[in-house]
């Protein structure tokens, strides 16, 4: 389900020219109602779900539906930024069910072209260019050589 802004929510950024949810919006999406003052998307078909509208509202006026991975069928999920990290609450349809929240840390003082996605895996340039996986051959087990089967079963 694609973003939504919850009106009562919404102040349109204090009025100003562009609000942050058009500022952040990848496939700009996200316009400003120039008669109300309220964000809205514009075209929900053509979202993206990439939470970035969500994590960047100072009102927390946008929700999108959380992927079924995390979040069950029906509930909500927003999003609070702090200085730190970003706190996740997920609401659920049955409101009798105490909501769930949840912390992630954000790269906020990493500086652009400076993030190491692979500290763990330390690769060069032609290992990235290597048609193998990061993790090959150790995760395949390779180095123990030819797996003998024993069996062959046929139907």
């Known amino acids: ?16 020219d562009k609000t942050a949810c058009q500022y952040i919006c990848p496939n700009d999406l996200m316009v400003l109602d120039k008669q109300t003052m309220k964000a809205f998307n514009q075209d929900p078909q053509m979202c993206w779900e990439c939470y970035s509208c969500v994590k960047i509202c100072p009102n927390q006026a946008i929700e999108v539906r959380g992927y079924a991975d995390f979040v069950p069928m029906g509930a909500s ?20 069910i105490k909501p769930k929240r949840f912390k992630f840390p954000h790269r906020r003082g990493v500086q652009e072209g400076m993030a190491q996605p692979f500290d763990q895996f330390p690769t060069g340039d032609a290992d990235l260019k290597s048609p193998t ?23």
């Open 1 to 16: 389900m694609p973003s939504f802004v919850i009106p009562d929510k919404c102040d349109g950024c204090k009025a100003l």
């Open 77 to 96: 999920v927003t999003a609070m930024r702090s200085s730190e990290d970003i706190m996740w609450t997920i609401q659920f349809r049955d409101r009798s």
């Open 133 to 155: 996986l990061m993790s090959e051959p150790a995760g395949l087990n390779t180095e123990r050589g030819k797996v003998k089967i024993d069996k062959v079963l046929t139907l």
